[in-house]
């Protein structure tokens, strides 16, 4: 089956770190560029980084100021996103996401919760 | 504040067509940057609807509809039906001198009646 599968989320403190992961199977991951998209509790899409096929360029939205670091490792077939200096404003389900091309996205996650609270 | 504006919820009764609009700027749809369409059931993960402006993946039934004019985007949907009930969202690519990124849309509920 053609899947993504998000795991690491959970609760962490503010000022903290977390690594959120995305497995990939039923397809060639090293083909794709990857995203990553977060979605705040009942708030809409927003989206978070992109990194290309061959690891080649990494972007990130604006607004993380350097915080997060997306990668990958196509022998493990997984996507990763560090995240460093979470705030409460951080606290969103993290979904991961396939590229078709052009940023459209065709394959996603279930997502992954963090919540960033004392 | 979102970079591409949604109308917060459109509505319609069984059988009706709607359309949502998807209003950008010269830095993003009207530079000719691709705009894609997703549905987003209660509880799930979104799903691709449309992409590069008016193409359907497979599987997605044809009375949904893209189309793009200037800086903005429509979505339409034909033929309501109670399963589309659910929040959509486009998503097109941003380019500007602060910057570039991918961006959605503020996103829209649709309401069957």
């Known amino acids: 089956e053609v899947q993504l599968v998000e795991s690491g989320g959970g609760l962490v403190e503010p000022g903290g770190s977390l690594r959120v992961s995305c497995a990939g199977s039923?397809?060639?991951?090293?083909?794709?560029?990857m995203h990553w998209v977060r979605q705040a509790p009942g708030k809409g899409l927003e989206w978070v980084s992109s990194?290309?096929?061959?690891?080649?360029?990494?972007y990130y939205a604006d607004s993380l100021k350097g915080r997060f670091t997306i990668s990958r490792d196509d022998a493990k077939k997984s996507v990763y996103l560090q995240m460093s200096s979470l705030g409460p404003e951080d606290t969103a389900v993290y979904f991961c996401?396939?590229?078709?091309?052009?940023?459209?996205?065709?394959?996603w996650g279930q997502g992954t919760m963090v919540t960033v609270s004392s | 504040q979102s970079v591409l504006t949604q109308p917060p919820s459109v509505s319609g009764a069984p059988g009706q067509r709607v359309t949502i609009s998807c209003t950008g700027s010269?830095?993003?749809?009207?530079?000719?940057?691709?705009v894609h369409w997703y549905q987003q059931l209660p509880g799930a993960a979104p799903k691709l609807l449309i992409f590069?402006?008016?193409n359907r993946p497979s599987g997605v039934p044809d009375r949904f509809s893209g189309s793009k004019s200037g800086t903005s985007a429509s979505l339409a949907i034909t033929g309501l039906q109670a399963e589309d009930e659910a929040d959509y969202y486009c998503?097109?690519?941003?380019?500007?001198?602060?910057?570039?990124?991918?961006?959605f849309g503020s996103g829209t509920k649709v309401t069957v009646l």
């Open positions: 996401a396939r590229d078709r091309g052009t940023g459209a996205l065709d394959l």
């Open positions: 039923g397809f060639s991951l090293s083909d794709y560029a």
């Open positions: 990194i290309t096929s061959t690891s080649t360029y990494m």
């Open positions: 010269s830095s993003n749809i009207g530079a000719g940057s691709d």
């Open positions: 590069g402006d008016m």
């Open positions: 998503q097109s690519y941003d380019s500007s001198l602060s910057g570039s990124s991918y961006v």
